[in-house]
């Protein structure tokens, strides 16, 4: 068996790939996760698929070849991870925000990230307090069936876990592919391979909208002469030079996830909270203790994926902000342009899923993306509840006029 561990700093260029790409995807403005839980814009969806879907058939099948990775599959606590992932939705609907873009809005900028950075240091300090009460072990050890994916015990059954990993994939690129980004018209993917497609003229408008807004609020607007930033923020047009640039990301980040299995550890961002607050106030607590004995390099993937996406909205996308006044129109159209409320949004959004995923024991990075790439049970049924609670809480709350 081929195996190999890199020391943890290598977890800086990891996450600067996967934090320079992501913000070229546009994930670190909170605008876009917004949309998504109003199921407005699921470029979201689209662009994880593809990863997922990628990362999946390479990870099963070089397994299945002798190669070693260090698995990362969750432990299936259900009761635990169902309200971990109804509490990350619900706080995703309120800030746009998750762990991971956190850091990447915090490169690009982003004011509101500051208080987004204090609630999930507050989220994750929460769950270290409850962790060792009798309700807090509860959720963590109540119908606990381990470490499992569709194919059984982690690590295990690997030619059976191919099979399932090449449906897996397949399942995933149909949704990419045909799960339109907006309301009205197609996939991206749709836009990459027929690029004579006609678009609609509300079609047009959105795509209009979301450049726009991608670019709102930046201290380096584009020149005549940005011809790569140009492309970069319109990469939906199928006459866009980067009209590949969706498909083309999606697969690198899978393929990345699947190398830092095998370099180190699987791709997660949440747990650098837990160490941060067990280091500064909590380091007697049995939680912070289980961090400090167990984080591999996720503080230094963290600090990568917030490099990584400084360069790319520097050098690329030309979205730095440099902090300026800037907030999500999804959220000034219901709630106005006050600093003070979108400031405590970001802050209790931030709180929510920051406790929600450290219930859960993952988050969007160490779930959604490496969880369901492994096709484990557990991240599985966390996508599902933060789905269905970011959905019916967007609803809820942004209904109103």
Sequence with gaps: MITFTAPDWVGIFIGAIIGGLAEIWGI???EVLLKLSKWEDRLFINCIAIAIGAGAVLLYGLSLLGVGFHWGIKPLYVVGILIGGLLFGLGIAISGYVPGTVWMALGEGRRDAIFALLGGLLGASTWTVLYQTSAGQWLVNTLNFGEVYLGGKVATNLDIGFGIAIAWAIIMFLISYYLPRYKEGKSCIYYTTHSNYKMSDYE???HRETSEMLVEGSAMPQGPDDRLAKSANEYWAPSSDLRGLLTFIGVIIGATVVLEMFLHQIFGESTTYSWIAGYLWLPTFSYSK???????WE????????????LAAVFVTRRFQAFNKWMPKTWTTRFGDSEVKRAFGAFIGAYLVLFGARMAGGCASGHILSGDLQMAVSSIEFFLAVMVSMLISSKLIYSRR
């Design 28 to 30: 670190s403005n909170p």
């Design 204 to 206: 047009l408008a959105m």
């Design 290 to 296: 289980l961090v400090f004995d167990t984080i591999g």
């Design 299 to 310: 503080p230094y993937s963290d600090i990568g994926t917030l490099l990584g996406a400084f």
